[in-house]
């Protein structure tokens, strides 16, 4: 799943219904446009291609007079599984290429609240171990000099890398530490949680 399709089917889930002029005006509030790479237009195509998948239905067409593409868009069953699914996915991935996957991460970030607090925990655990094994594969890539193809100062891209990772698993364990010390509201925490569906506010 795109961070773009997650945002999508996640602010459509936060509305409870929505029209795509009311899902890109929310996102670039957020300037989603800048940290997860999501385009006007592909917010309408999303929520076009979505609805044709049977993730998203038509809940009712605004009022005449209001402006063009006024249909609103909820969430289907399938919809609500696909949102779960992609948030854990693109929680716990560090597999996809690199700016995808940083895209992908501030995208589910944004819809954390949505998880269950044990279930969150889980799969920043899983990303944090995925990430120290890539450290570790650093390390070992800078130690082993011998190994190094010319030019020589491409190693500074891994030590870079290096830092990047080490940065971010610093972060990650003290995300960690916060929620499992009842940092934020989460799904199954009582009171609203960021992202709650109206129905279970």
Avoid at 128 to 150: F, K, M, Y
Wanted: glycine letters at 8%.
């Amino acid at each position: 799943m795109s961070p773009t399709r997650l945002l999508v089917l996640g602010v459509v889930r936060m509305y409870g219904k929505a029209h795509g002029y009311q899902v890109r005006r929310e996102l670039l509030t957020w300037s989603a446009d800048r940290w997860a790479n999501v385009q006007p237009g592909s917010i309408y195509h999303a929520l076009k291609k979505m609805a044709a998948e049977g993730l998203l239905e038509a809940a009712a067409d605004e009022p005449e007079g209001r402006g063009p593409d006024r249909v609103a868009y909820r969430l289907t069953a399938s919809g609500e599984a696909e949102f779960q699914a992609g948030l854990a996915e693109m929680i716990a991935d560090t597999e996809a290429d690199g700016a995808q996957n940083a895209f992908a991460f501030a995208a589910a970030l944004t819809f954390l609240p949505c998880l269950p607090r044990e279930r969150a925990v889980s799969l920043l655990r899983q990303r944090l171990a995925r990430l120290e094994s890539e450290l570790g594969l650093v390390r070992d890539t800078l130690e082993g000099t011998s190994s190094w193809a010319n030019p020589a100062h491409v190693s500074e891209l891994y030590r870079l890398w290096g830092v990047n990772v080490e940065a971010t698993t610093e972060w990650l364990r003290g995300l960690i530490k916060r929620l499992e010390e009842g940092a934020y509201v989460m799904a199954d925490d009582p009171g609203h949680h960021f992202g709650a569906p109206p129905e279970i506010k």
